[in-house]
Every structure is written in structure tokens, then in C-alpha cells.
């Protein structure tokens, strides 16, 4: 049975990895972030939690629905009523994780072999498979198996296989390079009392006098369900204004830009603190048709993500199951 290396520990890997050690494969995943998730993202504020990352997701593939109820009975999700504010825009339940989206990556990644803080620096061919060399706090480690799935956004996997010197094959290369991603600033704060948000609070600002703001987004995380102990609000920038300024050097500069856009819903003198963070790799808004990208390799090689098939939370859980079930097929060849 091959053994397995997957690069990125976001909803993609996890669940690449969660379905192969099912069937008994070895698989072990590695990770440059401190945390695991990718943009199933929360950080905590005070006493508060906030979603920074993906703000929601619905379920409608059977595989999807079934895990999605599987963590709304072990109390790991929970209904978000966005049809409340938009009834004809919701068609779908949307659902959030309990005490944050990184909480869904958590229960995804019980009984994995995860190294976080571990960041690829070099693939290369071995004999039968491939082999890994990784960089974690000065430390050089090497890591083998007979299989790799890439999970990252795909401009990171091209220059990680540019770095590494592994040549693609001229259509793996192609199909990569046309996946394309919108970037988003996403800013955090903690409130002395209530938002202004109507219930239940989240909001979408694309109508009316809102259509050309550069806030795109707002969400009240108390309303939402994961801050109980303390009111915090996530604002995601628009595409437009988060293109225009993601590389400007002091990005603490842009948090008053962008809450003056929303004093009706956050009074300015009820932050008390504040903190950005900037997805490079926010939202795949092309992506590559199918689920995943077997590559031309002299042993398998499969990229996958958010990037591939029906992109955001959904088809990123889709993506990894797809790959799980294409290594799963490859075991009496490898």
C-alpha cells in the first residue's frame, strides 16, 4: 500500500488525508503555518473569537451533507440563518463552525499526522516516489513516500516546483497557470458593546449606494454564534480595494479606511482594538474544471484545492475526497 505525502494542511489535505488513513494508507502532512486550516481561519480577540477566513459554507453534495451532519451532532457546526436577511439570495442552509471555521480543520484533522511550521523548500523524483526537504525553525528534515498531493494555491505549487527545479509537463503547467484567485484584506475587530449589524448579523454590501464601497463584507461574530463573551467584527475588503493596496507596506494604515466605511454599522469610538490580515489567495475565480490535476510524473503526483472543480469550502472538501479516492485506485499499481 503506497505511502503519502500532502503539502498544505487546509480542508483540501485534511480530508485527502483523513479518507486515505482510513483505508489504512500512511499519510502525513505538512504545513507552514503555525495552525492548520488554511482559511478556515479564526483568531481570537479579548475574549472573543473571529472568523477571518471563509465566513460560512452550505452542503450539497450527499459526501459533504453526510460530514456536515456528522459535526452537527458532535457539536462541531451550527446553522447560520443567512436566509433571514436575504431569503430569495439563500437557498441552502449555511452553516459555521461552533467556536470558529478553523474548528471544523481541527475535527478534520483528529488522529492525522500533521507537522505544522514546516515549510517545503525542495520536491524531487526518488526512485519510486518522491522526496521532500523541509525547513522548520533552522532544522533541515527529509520526507519520502510514493505519492505527493499538492494542496496549495496553485501560483505557490508553480514556484515551489519552479524552486525545486521539477520540470512539468507543458499542459500540467498550462492548466496550473490558468487558475486565478482574488485577493481580500481582511480586518478584525474587538467592540466595548453591540454592533449595529441587523440580525442576523451578516452582510453583503453589493446593492444600492453600497455597490462601489470598499468594504464587501461584514460579519458580527456574536451574532454569528462563535463569540459569546465578547462582540468582535470581521470586515473582508472588496476585490478592488483589496488588489490595490495588498502590497502597500503598513497595512495597519487601511483599517481606518475601511472602517470609516461602516461607522452606521460600527461606531468608531465602540472599537477598542484591531488587527488585518492579508489572503493573497482569497477566492479561486477561475478555477481548473475538475477536481484535482493528476499530473505527468514518473510517479503519481496530484495538485487539488480550492482552485479545482466547484472551489470554496465545498469544493475544496471535494477536491480532497476526489484525490483520496484517485490514490486509493492507484494502490495495486504503486
Known sequence: MPTILII????????AARELTRQGHTVTLLDKGRGIGGRLATRRLGNGRADHGA???????????????????????????LEQSDPAGFRHPRWVGSEGMNSIAKYLAQGLDVQTECTVTRIAPAKTGWTLT????????????DVLLITVP??????LCDASGLALAEADKAALEAIHYAPCLAVMLQLNGPS????????????????????????????KGISPN????????????????????????LIPLLTADVTHYIPADSIVDRQIHRWRYSNAIKRHPTPFLSAQAHA???FGGDGFGNGNVEGA?????AMGKRVQGLKSKV
Open 154 to 159: 496553485a501560483p505557490q505549487a508553480l514556484a
Open 230 to 253: 465578547q462582540t468582535t467584527v470581521t470586515l473582508h475588503a472588496s476585490h478592488a480595494f483589496s488588489q490595490a493596496h495588498l502590497d502597500d507596506p503598513d497595512q495597519q494604515a
Open 134 to 145: 523541509t525547513t522548520e525553525q533552522d532544522n533541515t528534515r527529509i520526507f519520502s513516500a
Open 55 to 81: 465566513q460560512y459554507f452550505s452542503a450539497q453534495s450527499p459526501e459533504f451533507h453526510a460530514l456536515t451532519q456528522e459535526m452537527s451532532q458532535a457539536g462541531v457546526v451550527h446553522e447560520w440563518h
Open 317 to 321: 472538501f471535494l477536491s480532497g475526497l
Open 8 to 15: 498544505g494542511a487546509g480542508l483540501s489535505g485534511l480530508t
Open 196 to 223: 449595529q449589524l441587523p440580525e442576523p448579523g451578516g452582510l453583503k454590501q453589493t446593492d444600492g449606494d453600497d455597490q462601489h464601497s470598499p468594504v464587501a463584507w461584514l460579519a458580527d461574530n456574536a451574532q
Open 300 to 302: 503519481p503526483l496530484l
